[in-house]
């Protein structure tokens, strides 16, 4: 017997060992951090051309001028974001029956009054449910090209961090914005990014306020009601 339990034990261990979500990694947290441009290389003594214009010495065409298009270049991204949510559902149902019977007048049965032979049944449900959400958010935030495509298109990522005296706040951006987008003064709307990931959170004692406890969301979980 023990050591069919062994066996037992080991074939079980086995068999989730070999289960493809036993080797499944987990998904990789998305960082934010600021991305920064790759290091130009110092030239050699043998490679000077003896000419004035060096096109790794940060050339910028004229109709480029100083826009953001090169892995590591900061842009500001416009937050203003502003989301409203309505529903509204209702469902009503009835049902009613009703059963008569009549007894004969001679027999066995003729003792029977014809109003203990009736029955009726009726049931009835009525329901409502109404849920909105209004939700913005304004604000800029800097962040930096992490990534040109062939396509035109770049991924931007960054966040702001601020240490305030009743705790900390930080918001979170990343997506993909077009070069095109960004205007003369390295801007971009929100509303205009890709695949964008917003985050606005913080930690501190009016977070902490703002939350129902422990206890409390445990009673929750475990009331019928």
């Known amino acids: 017997m023990k050591h069919a339990t062994l066996l037992g034990s080991?074939?079980?261990?086995?068999?989730?060992?070999?289960?493809?979500?036993?080797?499944?990694?987990k998904r990789p947290r998305e960082t934010f951090a600021a991305t920064l441009p790759a290091a130009v290389p110092e030239p050699s003594p043998g490679a000077a051309?003896?000419?004035?214009?060096?096109?790794?010495?940060?050339y910028a065409a004229l109709h480029e001028g100083s826009r953001a298009r090169s892995v590591g270049d900061p842009l500001t991204i416009l937050l203003i974001e502003s989301t409203t949510t309505s529903k509204s559902v209702s469902s009503k149902s009835d049902k009613g029956g009703n059963l008569s019977l009549t007894p004969p007048s001679t027999g066995p049965f003729s003792f029977l009054s014809p109003d203990a032979l009736k029955a009726?049944?009726?049931?009835s449900f009525n329901g409502k449910g109404n849920a909105g959400q209004t939700s913005s958010l304004a604000a800029t935030l800097s962040v930096?090209?992490?990534?040109?495509?062939?396509?035109?298109?770049?991924?931007?990522?960054?966040?702001?961090?601020?240490?305030?005296?009743?705790?900390?706040?930080?918001?979170?951006?990343?997506?993909?914005?077009?070069?095109?987008d960004i205007d003369m003064e390295n801007r971009v709307l929100s509303t205009q990014v890709a695949?964008?990931?917003?985050?606005?959170?913080?930690?501190g004692a009016l977070q902490r306020s703002s939350k129902q406890g422990w206890l409390g969301r445990f009673f929750n979980m475990i009331s019928p009601f």
């Open 10 to 25: 080991a074939a079980i261990a086995l068999a989730i060992t070999a289960s493809p979500t036993a080797h499944a990694k």
């Open 49 to 58: 051309n003896g000419s004035i214009f060096q096109a790794s010495a940060g």
């Open 120 to 123: 009726s049944s009726s049931s």
């Open 144 to 180: 930096t090209i992490a990534q040109v495509r062939p396509n035109g298109t770049a991924l931007v990522k960054g966040e702001k961090r601020m240490l305030l005296s009743q705790g900390r706040e930080w918001i979170r951006f990343s997506g993909i914005v077009r070069l095109a």
């Open 195 to 203: 695949d964008a990931h917003i985050e606005y959170t913080g930690k």
